[in-house]
């Protein structure tokens, strides 16, 4: 079955600091999403990647997706406190939507 | 537009007690997804509808976990007997898909559930 990861686990930032978060594919990636989930809370729809080298980007964040590595990477630049809060990245096993898989997500602080 | 509805909002049940939890999706949304996340950890797909069909359960826990959606509109996710490992947080998600194409899964709060 396919897993993802992410790294870091975790992350500290001081406001206004540029940070990246990677998410890796054990299999081939038939598109991938980035979600953000703040505490008691469910998730929030960020990006969608669906082509080799697809870079979307919304407000300050920036996603890329490498489909010949597996992998996708999250960049958020000029950090805000509002932009804490645990990110993962999801993608499905197959391309008709099937075997959904998150990954274990990377939990952002940012330091006013 | 309405998001995706969950109730209860949190449960707390002793263990070997049932407990059901239920979720309306977005209007329109044919497809409606279970997953149960620990703490600390991504969610885990549990079941997922095609309007009332469960296309995909293979990781549903069968010997006490049950789903329905038999009008392929809202869904009712089942444990009966709860045990203390079922402690999580349960989402229900939503979205509009079409075969060959990919689209976003809107999330309800989730349903926080403690076994004691």
């Known amino acids: 079955s396919q897993e993802l990861e992410q790294s870091p686990q975790s992350l500290i930032v001081q406001e206004g600091k540029n940070l990246t978060i990677n998410c890796t594919s054990s299999?081939?990636?038939?598109?991938l999403y980035w979600y953000k989930q703040k505490y008691g809370e469910g998730l929030i729809f960020l990006m969608m990647?669906?082509?080799?080298?697809e870079e979307k980007s919304h407000e300050k964040i920036t996603a890329k997706l490498d489909e010949k590595k597996q992998q996708s990477s999250l960049h958020i630049t000029a950090s805000q406190p509002s932009h804490a809060g645990i990110y993962l990245c999801?993608?499905?096993?197959?391309?008709?939507?099937?075997?959904?898989?998150f990954g274990p997500g990377t939990r952002l602080s940012v330091l006013p | 537009e309405a998001g995706v509805v969950q109730s209860p909002r949190y449960k707390i049940i002793e263990k070997k007690q049932p407990v059901a939890f239920w979720c309306n999706p977005i209007s329109g949304h044919n497809t409606l997804y279970w997953y149960r996340q620990n703490l600390g950890q991504g969610p885990e797909l549990l079941i997922r509808y095609e309007n009332e069909e469960a296309v995909d359960d293979s990781q549903l826990p069968k010997d006490r976990f049950s789903a329905e959606r038999l009008k392929g509109v809202d869904s009712t996710l089942k444990i009966q007997p709860a045990e203390l490992g079922d402690s999580a947080v349960y989402l229900c998600?939503?979205?509009?898909?079409?075969?060959?194409?990919?689209?976003?899964?809107?999330f309800g709060p989730g349903t926080r559930l403690t076994v004691t």
């Open positions: 998600a939503s979205s509009l898909e079409r075969t060959g194409s990919l689209y976003e899964q809107y």
């Open positions: 999801g993608a499905h096993a197959g391309n008709y939507g099937q075997n959904f898989v």
């Open positions: 299999k081939t990636l038939y598109g």
């Open positions: 990647l669906q082509k080799g080298g």
